[in-house]
């Protein structure tokens, strides 16, 4: 099973960015689909952020469409979340999910908090 680890969280203002990384232990190019999630506190429910396909469609929810940017880099087999004017109801936990053929994986999540 491909192993999945996030890194990039951290505490940031309002205003502020955030580059999330996501390391997978086998070929992104594998993957027919990558994605970025969420949970906030208290919510029992992750909700997608952002999207790759294995065809190269690109997603992202309404939330965060024009400042959030997802891209990968296949060479080093890691996914990105850019965030940019981040806001206080962006934080949460984020993971990142892959999916082949026959299993899907999750990482263990790496943690955005926004201050206002």
């Known amino acids: 099973q491909v192993q999945l680890v996030e890194s990039g969280g951290g505490l940031v203002q309002a205003g502020g960015s955030l580059r999330l990384s996501c390391a997978a232990s086998?070929?992104?190019?594998?993957?027919?689909?990558i994605a970025w999630y969420r949970q906030g506190s208290g919510k029992q429910q992750r909700e997608s952020v952002a999207?790759?396909?294995?065809?190269?469609?690109?997603n992202y929810a309404d939330s965060v469409k024009g400042r959030f940017i997802i891209s990968k880099n296949n060479a080093k087999n890691t996914v990105y979340l850019q965030m940019n004017s981040l806001q206080p109801e962006d934080t949460a936990v984020y993971y990142c999910?892959?999916?082949?053929?026959?299993?899907?994986?999750w990482g263990q999540g790496t943690q955005v908090t926004v201050s206002s």
């Open positions: 086998g070929s992104t190019l594998s993957f027919n689909y």
């Open positions: 999207s790759i396909s294995s065809g190269g469609t690109i």
């Open positions: 999910f892959a999916a082949t053929t026959g299993e899907h994986s």
